[in-house]
Nanobody
Framework: QLQLVESGGGLVRPGGSLRLSCAVSGFSLDDYAIGWFRQVPGKERAGVSCIGSGGRPLNYADSVKDRFRISRDNAKNTVYLQMDSLKPEDTAVYYC???????????????????????WGQGTQVTVSS
């Protein structure tokens, strides 16, 4: 059974940093791409970043490029999202999810698409506010 559990959210001031973790179980990170998404009330869940099943490719939404960095630790079965220079508009619930077989290709050409991912975690709240 595929399980993903997010952690690391919290309240941070503008310009600050947070590192989110997505701990996975029931599968290997070498078998699935992992995507990070975020959602605010009243809006669709939007793709933030993805990492392919082999650790490549990596991709990011334009709004977070040069500020966020995705990585993974196979030994810990964990994918990370390092978020720097946070802005109030980054406030959202952040989710990670495992991709379907075509998600590696989708990650090659752009940020993750919700339709390509499933087995969602429960989410972790990130609030950027002074």
């Amino acid at each position: 059974q595929l399980q993903l559990v997010e952690s690391g959210g919290g309240l941070v001031r503008p310009g600050g940093s947070l590192r989110l973790s997505c701990a996975v179980s029931g599968f290997s990170l070498d078998d699935y791409a992992i995507g990070w998404f975020r959602q605010v009330p009243g809006k669709e869940r939007a793709g933030v970043s993805c990492i392919g099943s082999g650790g490549r490719p990596l991709n990011y939404a334009d709004s977070v490029k040069d500020r966020f960095r995705i990585s993974r630790d196979n030994a810990k079965n964990t994918v990370y999202l390092q978020m720097d220079s946070l802005k109030p508009e980054d406030t959202a619930v952040y989710y990670c999810a495992a991709g379907n077989p075509s998600s590696d290709y989708v990650c090659l050409i752009g940020p993750p698409l919700r339709s390509e991912y499933g087995n969602w975690g429960q989410g972790t709240q990130v609030t950027v506010s002074s």
